[in-house]
């Protein structure tokens, strides 16, 4: 995909594809490369946008944005470098709540809206798991952080016969890793992220997506998404993991082409 850096965003963007604009925003990793199995997929019928989130990858190393409001001013500053004034957004884990910080404060800049793997608000389950992250980024370091979310990233049979793809993808992540410090603050920012009181004045046509396998982010908080988002539609795959746009790609994209090109025709 072509690639640039915004000098006065200090965010690395790459765009592929033509038609109405859709922009994919990376959960907690932050980076564009997460979707590069639906990139080339959507950029069939869209006008594809990633970022590498601020403070990671190939974006500003100075700082980060550190919470989750913050990120989503980073989305709307984009759009608006790029001269896009509307577009469908679609966010993963931690971008699936910088989306519905978009759709809940800046309504007129969002056609439709995918939630992946989302959550309205934290809960004892959440906490837990994120502070276990933090420790172990902060006790172990990066490369353990690494190798346990893979644990629980991907489903069991997917991760035992994956393994060597698997091993050369946490070594190029390692090799890429964030400062330690811009990390700790991003599981922070997740931690403290709840907007939930606000999602019924989501007004997009909303998507809500999950695997009932994710041990990350589990079913029910898409569940509980989809009861607070009005009209919002939930679609659940059997299995997939929190990372079931990857395992399962090809049922992913044809769900997500679906729903934009349904809600593309209205434009």
């Known amino acids: 995909m072509p690639s640039e850096t915004l000098a ?3 965010l690395h963007v790459e765009q592929s594809g033509n038609g109405f604009p859709l922009l994919l925003i990376s959960g907690l990793g932050g980076l564009a490369q997460q979707w590069r199995d639906q990139a080339p997929v959507l950029g069939d019928s869209f006008s594809v946008v ?3 989130q601020r403070g990671v990858g190939g974006s500003d190393q100075a700082g980060c944005a550190c919470t989750i409001e913050q990120m989503a001013a980073d989305v709307i500053a984009l759009m608006d470098a790029l001269g896009i004034a509307r577009a469908h957004i679609v966010g993963h884990s931690t971008g699936g709540a910088i989306a519905q910080s978009i759709a809940i404060d800046h309504p007129k800049r969002v056609a439709a809206l995918g939630i992946i793997s989302g959550w309205p608000k934290p809960d004892p389950y959440f906490r837990r798991i ?8 902060e006790g172990l370091g990066p490369q353990a ?8 990233a991907y489903p ?10 698997l091993s050369l993808q946490e070594a190029q992540t390692a090799a890429t890793f964030p400062k330690v410090e811009t990390m700790l603050a991003r599981i922070d920012a997740v931690l403290g992220f709840d907007r939930s009181a606000e999602l019924s004045r989501i007004k997009a046509p909303t998507l809500i997506m999950a695997a009932a396998d994710d041990m990350v982010i589990p079913l029910y908080f898409s569940q509980a998404l989809a009861r607070a988002i009005p009209r919002a539609e939930l ?12 395992v ?12 934009l090109l349904a809600n593309t025709a209205v434009e």
């Open 145 to 152: 952080y690494i190798e346990s979310n893979t644990l629980t």
């Open 156 to 165: 069991a049979d997917w991760i035992a016969t994956h393994d060597a793809a």
């Open 248 to 259: 399962v790609s090809r049922e992913f994209n044809h769900a997500v082409l679906r729903f």
């Open 8 to 10: 006065d965003l200090g």
């Open 235 to 246: 679609k659940v795959f059997p299995t997939g993991g929190h990372s079931f746009n990857r």
């Open 50 to 52: 990633l970022h590498d």
């Open 130 to 137: 994120f502070l276990s992250r933090r420790k172990v980024l």
